[in-house]
């Protein structure tokens, strides 16, 4: 049985990542493969309710409890992940682990192997496709301050977490294209990446680490 590949979007917000799920779904679909779009926080459970509510302003946590409830919110989903994968499914998924660790070492000014370190035995992204776009182009998007952390200077400093956190799973891709020309690049990585894993077992989330 061949497995499908965990394909993760990652990057700043409004860089544009669930535009891009979305279409890669889409087009991944179009060509016969079974895929499914994930993503998050997950706010539909018990913990991603909470955290709905950290990010609407709606409820105050220590950010180092907020931390914890990020990487709980993925760790709920684990095996789920896992068997969808070994069912031969490819999973497309809006945020994961990167953006853990970038966004709590932003907001608690800890080191990024703190960030990671919750996260670590997770099932491994076969794909990160980071969506890298230029800080000015981004404040001047539509939608800011909604939420928690949508302001300039955190997004610099996640910006900055990211590209520390970079392996060799991960694809910077420039995000100020058109959205049909960083689809075209995403779609072209992705099943490069599907091929190549369907035989190879999923690893796990910085495995080599002794964090
Ligand atoms: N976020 C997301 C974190 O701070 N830690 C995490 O582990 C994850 C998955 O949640 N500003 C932040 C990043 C976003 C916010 O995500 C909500 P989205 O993709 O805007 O729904
Ligand atoms: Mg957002």
């Known amino acids: 049985m ?12 409004r860089v ?13 679909k179009d060509r016969d493969l079974k895929v499914e779009a994930r993503g998050f926080p997950d706010r539909t459970t018990t913990i991603g ?15 180092e409890t907020i931390h914890l409830l990020f990487a709980a919110n993925r760790w709920e989903q684990k095996d789920d992940i896992i068997k969808t994968l070994n069912s031969g499914i490819t999973l497309v998924v809006d945020r994961y682990a990167a953006s853990g660790a970038a966004y709590s070492a932003a907001s608690t000014n800890k080191h990024l192997v703190w960030g990671k370190s919750l996260d670590q035995g997770l099932p491994a ?6 969506l890298s776009v230029n800080n000015e182009i981004l404040s001047a998007r539509d939608g800011w301050a909604k939420e928690r952390f949508e ?18 799973t991960w694809k910077i891709i420039e995000g100020n294209q058109s ?20 035989t190879i077992p999923i690893k796990k989330l910085y495995e080599n680490e002794s964090n």
């Open 49 to 63: 309710s909470v955290i709905d509510e950290y990010l609407k302003y709606k409820k105050d946590l220590p950010r």
């Open 16 to 28: 544009g990542k669930s535009t891009q799920t979305k279409r890669l779904v889409q087009a991944l």
């Open 125 to 130: 992204p076969d794909l990160v496709a980071f």
């Open 2 to 13: 061949e497995r499908g590949a965990l394909l993760v979007l990652e990057g700043c917000d």
């Open 179 to 198: 959205i049909d020309d960083v689809h075209k690049i995403l779609l072209e990585e992705s099943l490069k990446v599907i091929q190549k894993v369907k």
């Open 151 to 168: 302001n300039q200077d955190f997004q610099k400093k996640v910006a900055e977490n990211f590209l520390q956190l970079k392996e060799d």
